[in-house]
């Protein structure tokens, strides 16, 4: 069974500087998605950036981009320019292409609460 | 606004008793899954399904059970609730069954006292 770690249980940021969380998964499988999710206090679950584990290129979306280690199964999430509406729980997560051709959930690590001091 | 309805939002209801949870897919959306969120166990795979079929189990207890019905909609029912069924639970939309992002509705609060 596939695991998902995150180490950092809380992170603390200044107002426009840059935070890189931290997330390793344990797989033997060659072939998975990766993903970071956001939990603002309100809840959802909003998808801030995917990762495909057969691109080479670190994915990016605006100040959001990953570093993305195959060979040491790490996945780091860094945030450029944190603002105030970047505070929430962020939540690393692992699934597979092959289980039940695609049919399994998402394995999801115990989340990092990020707090951004103005 | 994801496009993903869960109903209700919150939920109390005390031990032994039987309740179920509602979610809608996004418009077009054939595959539905089912999450639990708790302090002790974090975010934890329930159960697939898609287009009326189950798909995939993950940690589901064998007191909880789903279904998805002809219009897509998608039940969770959680029966003789426990304490520690006190959990907030999502449920997610994707398009096919093989998907590489879903999309999670805002989740229903059950508190079981």
């Known amino acids: 069974a596939q695991t998902v770690t995150q180490s950092q249980p809380e992170m603390s940021v200044q107002e426009a500087e840059t935070v890189t969380l931290s997330c390793t998964y344990d797989t033997s499988e060659s072939d998975y998605y990766l993903f970071w999710y956001k939990q603002p206090p309100s809840r959802q679950m909003i998808l801030v950036i995917r990762q495909e584990a057969y691109k080479q290129q670190n994915a990016t979306e605006n100040r959001f981009s990953v570093n993305f280690q195959k060979a040491a199964k790490s996945f780091s999430l860094k945030i450029s320019d944190s603002q105030l509406g970047d505070a929430a729980m962020y939540f690393c997560a692992y699934r597979s292409a092959f289980a039940g051709g695609g049919a399994d959930g998402l394995t999801f690590g115990k989340g990092t609460h990020l707090i951004i001091q103005p | 606004d994801s496009g993903v309805t869960q109903t209700p939002k919150h939920l109390i209801t005390a031990t032994g008793q039987r309740v179920t949870l509602r979610c809608s897919p996004r418009s077009g959306d054939l595959s539905v899954y089912w999450y639990q969120q708790s302090l002790d166990q974090g975010l934890q795979f329930l159960i697939q399904?898609?287009?009326?079929?189950?798909?995939a189990k993950g940690n589901i207890l064998e007191r909880f059970s789903a279904q998805q019905f002809p219009d897509l909609h998608s039940e969770l029912n959680l029966s003789s609730l426990e304490l520690g069924d006190s959990a907030l639970y999502f449920c997610?939309?994707?398009?096919?069954?093989?998907?590489?992002?879903?999309?999670f509705g805002q989740g229903t609060r059950l508190t079981v006292v």
């Open positions: 997610a939309s994707s398009l096919r069954d093989s998907y590489t992002e879903a999309f």
């Open positions: 399904y898609y287009n009326g079929e189950e798909r």
